[in-house]
């Protein structure tokens, strides 16, 4: 039996300097709570302005910035509550934080669900009158006319009101996902060619495919997917009645259909999305292509998905996590030196970024704050080119919110997910482009190239392909037809299935 290579430390044992900044939000979980205490102590005061926003701008204003108030308080709130359980799915206390949060989002949706009705049933033109008259509320000129574009989907106050009640139980189903998966399942150990053992996590998964011994990859990779397989049937429930969720909202707002819905608020064409998936659909051939090089530099007989992401040179150059801060400040110079300090301070100083696997860290990585926080980063950097990729990555998210959280107003430094993903690839290409003009030693130029295409990847080949699977399972969903673990996975193994 050979010794555990990689067990994750336990979230304890890492360094404060390396967790995200979770007491810039609030300096104790008593703080938090009381800043809960108070977000349920101001919903009778917003419910207050319920049927009297028509009596003139002065009110309206007052309104605003009620709501304003409580939906900026609620907002960090969530974040706090979220940060703790993220990166520790098996904290008791951070889950019922992070459940209790949910629910008090779901109430201020709920307390401010008349709002939109009532301004719709002023006017716009009354409503324009008052936006010139009244000086707070110009800044509203952009949210007002975003309204009557979404007039046609904008239910009754009462029905508005349920709609907001119903995000709290809603979100039990992801909620039970995120546990089973990140907190509950479990996976045998990866083993080397030399015997050697490694643990397989959602924090370690990542860096278990890049290895270069092939059957850590294959032994994790299969590791890793039978710990989902035998949870198939559950994964599948969960994900079906998310799907069902999706194709109600749709149905009640008088969406023609779920993919609508989820477009026409960020005022995409459907047409975006179906040219999307043609144009995948027509390049399909390069990857293939692709992998046949890949096979070959690896003088393999076959490639199997566990070799996607496998390193072509069988030693990679170590990149420390300041180096990588180093190199993606260099990237971004173009940006000019506003944008470089405000990245490397927080990535240095302000703690940012919770860097480090350990264990009961969920999977992946993502950029999360609201308007009044940090916009803090949770990955599990691994010291490679790979790792430093996804750092930019969420550093183009959280740069992007930043910025946008300081030039504009609270009610619109949110952005739509549709344009989210331009800042965080661009500055991958900016970090990605400076390295292979600077770094031109030919293995290091190779694992550039592997970096690219493990991102193109992702980007080219993985997600539209689930945006096929997810078009298809919620169509058959608004067929009713009734969707099980088996049916799911036939339509990703067969590309007859997918076209279906």
């Not at 979230?11 to 900044?21: F, L, P, Q, V």
């Not at 990857?287 to 096979?295: G, L, P, Q």
């Amino acid at each position: 039996m050979g010794m555990t290579q990689t067990a994750l430390p336990v979230r304890s044992a890492i360094a404060k300097a390396h967790t995200w900044n979770a007491e810039s939000v609030f300096l104790t979980p008593d703080d938090w709570k009381l800043a809960a205490a108070e977000v349920v102590a101001a919903l009778p005061e917003v419910q207050k302005f319920k049927g009297r926003l028509a009596e003139g701008a002065l009110v309206l204003a007052d309104y605003m910035d009620a709501a304003d108030k409580l939906t900026r308080k609620v907002g960090k709130v969530f974040v706090y509550a979220s940060m703790s359980s993220a990166v520790d799915t098996g904290d008791q206390q951070a889950t019922a934080m992070s459940g209790q949060a949910r629910g008090l989002f779901g109430q201020v949706i709920a307390a401010l669900a008349f709002g939109r009705p009532e301004l719709l049933a002023i006017g716009r033109e009354t409503l324009e009158q008052w936006l010139k008259g009244e000086p707070r509320l110009a800044v509203y000129a952009q949210y007002v006319d975003n309204l009557f574009r979404l007039e046609t989907h904008v239910r009754s106050a009462e029905v508005e009101e349920v709609l907001g009640m119903v995000i709290d139980p809603f979100s039990g189903v992801q909620t039970a996902y995120g546990q089973l998966t990140n907190a509950d399942m479990t996976f045998r150990q990866a083993v080397g060619s030399d015997g050697a053992e490694y643990q397989v996590a959602q924090g370690s998964i990542g860096t278990l495919l890049d290895h270069p011994d092939r059957e850590v990859r294959r032994t994790a990779w299969e590791s890793y997917m039978d710990g989902y397989v035998a949870f198939k049937n559950t994964i599948a429930a969960t994900y079906t009645a998310s799907v069902k969720q999706d194709v109600f909202m749709a149905r009640v707002r008088g969406y023609s259909s779920s993919l609508e819905s989820s477009l026409f608020a960020n005022n995409i064409p459907m047409a975006v999305f179906r040219n999307l998936v043609d144009t995948f659909k027509r390049n399909i051939p390069t990857w293939h292509k692709y992998w046949a090089v890949k096979r070959r530099a690896m003088a393999l007989e076959s490639i199997h998905t566990y070799d996607v992401w496998a390193p072509i040179l069988e030693k990679d150059q170590p990149v420390p996590y300041t180096q990588a801060v180093d190199w993606i400040c260099e990237g971004m110079q173009p940006l000019g030196a506003d944008y470089v300090n405000a990245l490397r301070q927080g990535c240095l100083q302000d703690r940012w970024v919770d860097i480090y696997p350990n264990q009961g860290k969920r999977q992946g990585a993502f950029s999360s704050g609201v308007h009044d926080t940090f916009p803090f980063i949770m990955m599990s950097y691994d010291d490679n080119l790979g790792a430093m990729s996804t750092l930019a990555h969420e550093l183009g998210h959280s740069m992007h919110s930043y910025l946008s959280r300081k030039n504009q107003p609270a009610v619109y430094s949110g952005y739509s997910l549709f344009v989210a993903e331009v800042a965080s690839n661009f500055n991958q290409a900016m970090t990605r482009a400076n390295l292979m003009n600077t770094m031109t030693e030919r293995d290091f130029q190779i694992g550039l190239i592997q970096e690219a295409m493990g991102n193109f990847h992702r980007y080219f080949f993985i997600m539209p392909t689930l945006a096929r699977f997810e078009s298809e399972i919620h169509e058959r969903a608004e067929r009713g037809q009734g969707i099980t673990a088996q049916d799911m996975n036939c339509l990703l193994y067969t590309s007859d299935a997918a076209d279906e």
